[in-house]
């Protein structure tokens, strides 16, 4: 897995994986895409550079334990869903949008913070997973 | 601030359970955190079943989605007592695990993991919606998939292999049943598919589709065909996590059954009969296993199987006294079981064994202790005025007005055998005179512990005795909530409009 | 179509069960997972298969003008294949695990558990 073709492409290719897991992330509202899919294509960004680049190498370019993306992720979902509870008095996950439309976002609303919360939590998740078993392989 | 109150137990224990999270390797910070928040826990759900004793069936709708389209929440008494007693036995377990869980395995997440197990539960009791139920379920048997391997020994893993298999078979067949109930009714709602499944012509799909929940519930439930993994895989893990499972886990395949067969499929003599038949066997096989063993901790997962009997037999004769009967029992056992195994753990601490053989001499040692152990003990065996007693006169005042003997037959039977086994334990690890045993190395022996470990373990169990007692010599109480449980699953019209209103049952009925 | 969903449902449910029941481990997981999928199917072909008409009401109108694709089996579908995600991946490091501890994949040799009393 070590060619040079394969480790030259990956540096390229992890930004613009991130920046596509991104694109699908926000574009999941009315069309395809959505956290849980996002999330995976970024997953696949960082496994795709562990395969040319080494495991150590992408440990050290994430700087935290992915495993620490998984309480931040839940935290941010389950605010989201508790806002309306608290502020609003509104049932559970009801979804509050912010009247303005908004550049590059479009509309800005909770669901857009569930959204967020579940692609930390899916990156977490599988990089922890698969972390896990490429290590004790 | 009551509007929402359905939810607060599930988000507090989410709220927990990322807390617990965010201090992953701050194992003195996840004991306190986790023994006040379940104290919180037991405040709030004792608010929410006074608040569901006084104004009825409340429904929460998630995201504000109106019924039958949207994920609700519906709360009655069976719900919010179901939700109090997870609540009890969760903090009796969160003060014994903090003691008693080795912090090697505290480190791999325990907190944080058991929270979401009492999540999962508090959610699979509380919900309104099929599919929700068994999105609660796969969070709950995910969490135990965890709690039951934590630590990795090798009988650990064998029996979580077993554990594992059986019930993730367990929800391919819920889903399955789910895809079909979906396919003939196209609702999820539980509410309105007690509606709509009535209305339904072939009579037979029905009966097929309700046989495939009552096999994926029993897997989980452990009744007579079906319960196969449980003696294999609960004496493995560490004893608090056996407690909780004991004591909740098998109970929610028991509440599915009854909130399904009592709402959904009703008034099939056919499916009543099976049920019968299979709780009458499960007493049996459960009792007579029970009998054979060794293994202190076997021992309690035969009996486990033995009294899921008791309830499936009150669900199978379907009639008010018998329900009531049922309900009692789900209150009596959640509370004994879990307090039985974690006397198991505390004599495995004490002796550094749970073999029955070995075992013995605790009443020369530790004579308050001993009499601490005999109220769940003999709670379990139902001695008159001790809890177990007062459920079993309804189940069989209930067997004798349908004119079933066997069935009274089978529960007398099973009532003298759980005295046998009690009393063959009470004899050998009680009575009989100590062995010596070989000192095992790097063990923690109870003696050695500091007194607020000591303290941390023996708390709880004093804790659930006296709500056994309470059970037991307050019998009037939890009699009254039970009837009323039974009264309002008798008559599901109740729950249906709670749910749907009126004007929905009215445009159903033209 | 839908004839074919069924035969299709029938083989996979088969080949899960048969896998299922195979002494090996590594064949068990495989069985679990063929089953789930074969379980996700059978949800798309019970919440009708439709072609060509998506379950939008036209701006004139207050209900829904043809026969429409329900849109919730395959939310349901959705979350089934999330949550098997989860679970196959924590069986297969628990099938590692238990290989590495019991040193077999022969699930009739994992009996240690009945001989300890």
Redesign the interface.
């Known amino acids: 897995m070590k060619t040079i073709i394969l480790r030259t492409a990956s540096t390229y290719l992890l930004p613009v994986l991130l920046l596509f897991s991104i694109f699908i992330l926000l574009r999941g509202h009315y069309s395809p895409g959505g956290g849980?899919v996002g999330g995976l294509i970024a997953s696949i960004a960082f496994v795709l550079h562990s395969f040319a680049r080494g495991l150590d190498n992408t440990k050290d370019l994430l700087k935290i334990h992915p495993?620490f993306l998984?309480?931040v992720g839940?935290?941010l979902a389950?605010l989201a869903g508790?806002t309306p509870?608290i502020f609003f008095?509104?049932?559970?996950?009801?979804?509050l949008w912010y009247p303005e439309h908004l550049p590059v976002l479009g509309s800005l609303g909770t669901a857009l913070f569930f959204d967020l919360g579940v692609y930390l939590v899916v990156v977490g998740?599988t990089l922890t997973?698969i972390f896990?078993?490429s290590e004790?392989a | 601030m009551t509007q929402q109150l359905v939810l607060y137990p599930l988000l507090l224990q989410m709220f927990l359970s990322i807390l617990l999270m965010f201090c992953w390797r701050k194992i003195s910070w996840q004991r306190v955190i986790s023994i006040v928040g379940s104290i919180i826990n037991v405040g709030v759900s004792i608010w929410l079943f006074s608040y569901i004793w006084e104004n009825g069936t409340q429904i929460v709708m998630a995201g504000n989605w109106k019924p039958p389209f949207g994920i609700i929440f519906v709360a009655d008494t069976l719900s919010a007592t179901l939700v109090l007693l997870t609540a009890i036995s969760g903090l009796a377990v969160s003060s014994f695990s903090s003691a008693s869980v080795v912090a090697a395995r505290l480190k791999f997440g325990y907190f944080p993991i058991f929270h979401f197990l009492l999540l999962g539960l508090n959610g699979a009791f509380l919900t309104g919606d099929i599919f929700n139920l068994y999105v609660w379920f796969e969070i709950i048997i995910i969490s135990s998939f965890v709690l039951i391997t934590l630590g990795g020994e090798k009988a650990q893993l064998e029996g979580s292999v077993k554990y594992f298999t059986l019930n993730i078979l367990a929800s391919m067949i819920f889903l399955t049943a789910i895809a079909v109930l979906y396919g003939l009714t196209g609702s999820l709602n539980m509410a309105d598919l007690a509606l709509k499944v009535a209305a339904i012509e072939n009579r037979g799909l029905v009966e097929i589709t309700a046989i495939l929940f009552l096999v994926a519930f029993g897997i989980k439930a452990a009744v007579f065909p079906l319960y196969f993994w449980l003696p294999d895989s609960y004496h493995t893990p560490p004893s608090a996590v056996a407690a909780i499972f004991g004591g909740l886990l098998t109970k929610v395949g028991v509440y599915a059954l009854i909130r399904v067969f009592t709402l959904i499929f009703v008034g099939d003599h056919f499916i009543e009969n099976i049920i019968l038949i299979m709780a009458v066997l499960t007493l049996f096989s459960g009792g007579l296993g029970a009998l054979v063993q060794n293994n202190l901790r076997k021992v309690f997962s035969y009996l486990i199987i033995c009294h899921i009997g008791y309830m499936i037999a009150g669900l199978g004769l379907f009639t008010e006294v018998a329900i009531a009967g049922t309900i009692f029992y789900l209150i009596h056992d959640i509370i004994v079981k879990t307090n039985l195994f974690m006397v198991s753990g505390l004599i495995f601490r004490i002796r550094g064994t749970n073999s029955i053989r070995n075992l013995g001499g605790l009443y020369a040692d530790f004579p308050k202790l001993s009499l601490l152990i005999a109220i769940p003990l003999f709670s379990l065996v139902g001695i008159p005025p001790l809890s177990g007693f007062w459920p079993k006169i309804s189940l069989i005042i209930a067997g004798f007005e349908s004119e079933r003997w066997w069935v009274v037959a089978a529960i007398i039977f099973a009532s003298l055998i759980t005295l046998i086994v009690i009393a063959k334990v009470w004899a050998s690890v009680v009575w009989k005179e100590k062995k010596e045993l070989p000192v095992r190395l790097n063990f923690r022996y109870f003696d050695k512990l500091k007194t607020i470990r000591k303290a941390q373990m023996i708390a709880p169990m004093i804790f659930l005795s006296l709500v056994s007692l309470y059970i037991g010599f307050g019998a009037e109480h939890i009699q009254q909530v039970s009837s009323r449980v039974a009264g309002e699953l008798i008559d599901n019209e109740q729950y249906i409009e709670a749910v749907l209103g009126k004007e929905q049952i009215i445009d159903h009925e033209e | 179509m839908e004839i074919l969903l069924a035969i299709m449902i029938g083989v996979l449910y088969a080949a899960g069960i048969y896998m299922i029941l195979r002494r090996s481990l590594v064949k068990l997981i495989l069985g679990i997972i063929i089953l789930g999928n074969g379980a996700n199917l059978l949800i798309f072909l019970l919440g009708r298969v439709v072609k060509g008409s998506p379950p939008i009401i036209p701006a004139d109108s207050d209900v829904f003008q043809s026969v429409y694709a329900d849109p919730v089996p395959q939310a349901l579908i959705l979350t089934a294949i999330v949550i098997s995600f989860g679970l196959q991946s924590f069986a297969i490091i628990l099938i590692k695990r238990a290989f590495k501890v019991v040193k077999t994949d022969d699930l009739d040799e994992m009996n240690a558990i009945d001989k300890d009393s």
Do not use: C, E, K, R
């Open positions: 849980f495993g998984m309480p839940l935290a389950f508790v509870v008095d509104q049932p559970y996950m009801t979804g998740v997973i896990t078993i004790s």
